[in-house]
Each structure stands twice: as C-alpha cells, then as structure tokens.
C-alpha cells in the first residue's frame, strides 16, 4: 500500500460517520470461479449491522455438500477490494485444495476514502462496537447460513486489514481459534490519526489499558525493509503476544531458509509448556509491503516471498477452539 493512500485514508475516516441499520443480510449473488479446473463458487453479499454495512465476497469450495469445513476470514489492506485481495493472495486455491471457506469483508469509501479498516480508532478496537461488532457479525452471520466448524474458525489480514486481524483475534476470541498478521499492527497501537502515523513510522505507543494481544496462537509476517508499516511493529505483535500466550521470548526454535529463487526469511517458532506451537514470526528479508508468495499478476503482491497463504492456512488447521460458550452467536 502506497503510504500517501494510507495516510489520506487514515485522514478521511477521523471525518467519516457511520450508517445504521438494523440487522439483516442481503441474498447472495453467485458467480463461478474456475480454480485448477475446479469450479468453486464465490459469492457477492451484504451485513448490515447497527454501526454500518460492509459487503463481502465468500468462496465455497468445490467439496462442499453440507458437512461442517473450517472458515477463513481474510481483512484486505488499503485500497483493494475483495477480489484483488483474493486474487492477491491466491487464497481461494488453497481453499479449495483444503476444503474451507474464505470469507473476504469489504471495507467502504464511506466508512474510509481509501478502503483502510479503521485499525487506529479507539471505537474500532472495542467488542460490541464499530467494525469488531461489524466483522464479528458477518462471521456469525456466515456461520450460520453455511455448515461452519465453529471451532476452526480464523482470521488474518494485510497491513490495515492485519492491524484489524489483530483487534478481532483480541476482542473476540471465543470465535476465532487463530490470527495472521501480515504486515500489520498490534491492537491498540495508536487510538487517533496522529498516534497511527508515529506508530506506522516505527515510534511506539506508550502500552496503555488498551493495549492488548490475542491470547490465542497467532502467526506474523513482516518484511525487514517494509516503509508503510514499520518492521518494528511486528516484532513489538510478536512480543505483546509472546507476553499474553505465557511464553517465552529467549525459548523460540529459529530457522533460517530462502524460498528457491527468491527471498530469504527467518522463522521463529514458539511452544507452549505442553509443546505446541502457539506463535510464528515470519522475518522476510529485504520484503517490503506487500503479500508474500502472492501471485505475480496482481499489486500489492510479492511472488519472490515464502507462500505466506500456505503457511497461514497451515499453521490456522493445526489450532482449534476447545470450548464453545452456549451464548457463541451472542457477540454484540
């Protein structure tokens, strides 16, 4: 993402207001979409929701026929839309190969001039509220019209979209069993426009009541010469969660490769006492800001990285959620 974009979205959304309107969801429209001779189908809807609608494109693999699959909530960054992002990432390849749905929101000039998720306003970081209430209710609302495995249920994102990955994985963690950062910020990093711009050049925020992290594993990529989102912000998600999860920062396994022709990357691994992983940290050296192993026909893509998708989806199949409250649908 270009980093005037971003700065005149950012700008745009401390003036922009919000629709409201009761609770419902528009039909879907569906159109066919041809993955490696599968013809999967992608979807075009609506959520309404009290704080504003957003609309949304949702891939349902080819495979479905009514049994429960895991869901992938995937938060686009500043100035694309569902489809590029999609288109982007190559995400709905894997899910037809690993047989999930991937639900794809869509940000609106209305809510912000340059398509950003509003990350950096203390009314979009909170449950109940603003777009976490919006987001978490399309989810919900996804879960409930399609056969979903409320327990493989994920979230990640892409620089505003990863910084919103985050606020979601934090104030909703009874829906999602993991979170991808790619890219992005950690919950409660700025609050108004002038913190986002300091904490998007690498000068962190003062922690504050307000500064959590997700609980749950978490998987962060960042590239080591990012100039939109400072790399500094990864390893300050990395760190705010490494603290919340209970693990240790000094105990990461560390391995160190390059994706063949193309970047070299550090990945650090994190367990748990009983040994599980619960958070990995992908370095991509000389990687900007754009997704990682995307495809090559799309912007905001960098084919040269390691598959970040791959990975997500790897690593989001390998966690579940172990409880289920009676009151799961009940988020607002």
């Known amino acids: 993402m270009r980093i005037k974009r971003i700065l005149a979205g950012l700008l745009a959304a401390t003036r922009s207001g919000r629709r409201r309107s009761d609770h419902v969801v ?11 001779g599968q013809p999967g189908q992608f979807v075009s809807a609506s959520f309404a929701h009290r704080d504003g609608v957003r609309p949304y494109k949702l891939y349902i693999p080819t495979s479905y026929a009514g049994q429960r699959l895991p869901l992938v909530v995937m938060l686009h960054g500043c100035g694309q839309t569902a489809d590029a992002f999609a288109s982007a990432t190559r995400m709905n390849a894997l899910a037809e190969e690993q047989h999930c749905f991937v639900l794809y929101p869509e940000q609106t000039r209305a809510a912000n001039r340059s398509m950003c998720w509003n990350w950096f306003k203390r009314t979009d970081q909170r ?9 978490a209710g399309m ?39 993991a979170v991808g950062v790619h890219s992005g910020l950690a919950c409660g990093s700025a609050h108004d426009l002038v913190s986002a711009l300091a ?23 960042h590239g080591d010469r990012d100039r939109t989102v400072h790399p500094r912000n990864g390893e300050h998600l990395v760190s705010r969660s490494l603290r919340q999860i209970g693990a240790s920062s000094a105990g990461g396994s ?27 940290y992908w ?20 084919p040269n990285g390691p598959d970040a998708a791959r990975e997500m989806i790897r ?10 409250p009676v009151d799961r649908f009940l988020v607002a």
């Open 139 to 177: 989810t919900q609302e996804v879960m409930r019209s399609y056969r979903v495995d409320a327990s493989r249920v994920y979230v990640a994102g892409l620089s505003a979209g990863g910084a919103m990955a985050a606020v979601m994985a934090t104030v909703y963690p009874e829906i999602y069993a």
């Open 283 to 302: 370095k991509v050296h000389e990687g900007g800001h754009a997704w990682f192993g995307g495809s090559p026909r799309a912007s905001y893509s960098d």
């Open 199 to 221: 904490v998007m050049r690498g000068i962190r925020a003062p922690l504050g009541d307000d500064h959590a992290a997700p609980a749950g594993p978490i998987i962060v990529f």
């Open 26 to 36: 528009e039909a879907p429209g569906t159109q066919a979409t041809v993955l490696q």
């Open 254 to 280: 560390v391995e160190r490769a390059q994706t063949p022709g193309g970047r070299a990357y550090t990945r650090t691994i994190h367990r748990d006492s009983t040994g599980r992983v619960v958070l990995e």
């Open 127 to 135: 449950r109940g509220q603003g777009e976490p209430a919006i987001l």
């Open 315 to 324: 690593f989001f199949l390998q966690n579940a959620l172990e409880h289920h």
